[in-house]
T-cell receptor, first 120, second 112 residues
C-alpha cells in the first residue's frame, strides 16, 4: 500500500482565497482524521470520520473550515475564505478501528506526509 | 478529559547513550498507546503500538513499556545515534473516544 496520500504537498495562497486539501486514506481503513500542526499549538485534531460519517468536528476552528468524506477512499478539508492565521501543516491520518482483537496492527494510526499551507 | 504529558520538552545526549523518554496520561482507561517519530518538516511515523493488555513492545533498538494503572509509558532507545534526532510523540486512545490524544512531544538531539 502507498500509505496515506495527501495533496498538494505545499500550497501558497492569498488571504481570502479558497483552499482545498485532499486525502486518500489507506485502503481498508474505516477511520480518517484531519490534524493541524503549528509551532505554537502543536498537533490539533480538527475532525474525524468513522465509516465516512463525521463523528467529532469540535476541533474545527470556525465556520470557514469544512470537511467531507464522500466515500471510503477520499476526503477533503476546505478553508473558505483563508486567513494568514490558517498557515500551518495539515495532516491526514487513517486507521482501522476495532474495539477488541489481538492483532497489533489494529488501531494503529498512520499519517500522511502533510500539506504545508501558507496564506499570505 | 484525557491529558498526555511529555517531560522534558527537549533533550540532548551524546551518541551511544541509552535513554528513556517518558509519557504520562491522566485517564488509565485506554485501548492502546502509540509512539511516533517526527523529523523536521515531515509527517509522523508510527514507531510502536502497545495494546492496553500488553506491557511492552520492541522494535530493533526501541522498547516501549506501558503501565496502564499508573498512567505511564516509557520509550527506551538503546545505543543512541545521531540519526535518532527527531521529535518523539506519544498518543493514547481513550475508552469511549475514537481519537488519539497526543502529548506535545520530546525533541531529542543526539550529539556525535
Amino acid at each position: 500500500d502507498a500509505g496515506v496520500i495527501q495533496s498538494p504537498r505545499h500550497e501558497v495562497t492569498e488571504m481570502g482565497q479558497e483552499v482545498t486539501l485532499r486525502c486518500k486514506p489507506i485502503s481498508g481503513h474505516n477511520s480518517l482524521f484531519w490534524y493541524r500542526q503549528t509551532m505554537m499549538r502543536g498537533l490539533e485534531l480538527l475532525i474525524y470520520f468513522n465509516n465516512n460519517v463525521p463523528i467529532d468536528d469540535s476541533g474545527m476552528p470556525e465556520d470557514r473550515f469544512s470537511a467531507k468524506m464522500p466515500n471510503a477512499s477520499f476526503s477533503t478539508l476546505k478553508i473558505q475564505p483563508s486567513e494568514p492565521r490558517d498557515s500551518a501543516v495539515y495532516f491526514c491520518a487513517s486507521h482501522y478501528f476495532i474495539l477488541a482483537g489481538a492483532d497489533k496492527s489494529n488501531n494503529e494510526q498512520f499519517f500522511g506526509p502533510g500539506t504545508r499551507l501558507t496564506v499570505l | 478529559k484525557q491529558e498526555v504529558t511529555q517531560i522534558p520538552a527537549a533533550l540532548s545526549v551524546p551518541e551511544g547513550e541509552n535513554l528513556v523518554l517518558n509519557c504520562s496520561f491522566t485517564d488509565s482507561a485506554i485501548y492502546n498507546l502509540q509512539w511516533f517519530r517526527q523529523d523536521p518538516g515531515k509527517g509522523l511515523t508510527s514507531l510502536l503500538l502497545i495494546q492496553s493488555s500488553q506491557r511492552e513492545q520492541t522494535s530493533g533498538r526501541l522498547n516501549a513499556s506501558l503501565d496502564k494503572s499508573s498512567g505511564r509509558s516509557t520509550l527506551y532507545i538503546a545505543a543512541s545515534q545521531p540519526g535518532d534526532s527527531a521529535t518523539y510523540l506519544c498518543a493514547v486512545y481513550t475508552v469511549g473516544n475514537s481519537k488519539l490524544t497526543f502529548g506535545k512531544g520530546i525533541t531529542l538531539s543526539v550529539r556525535p
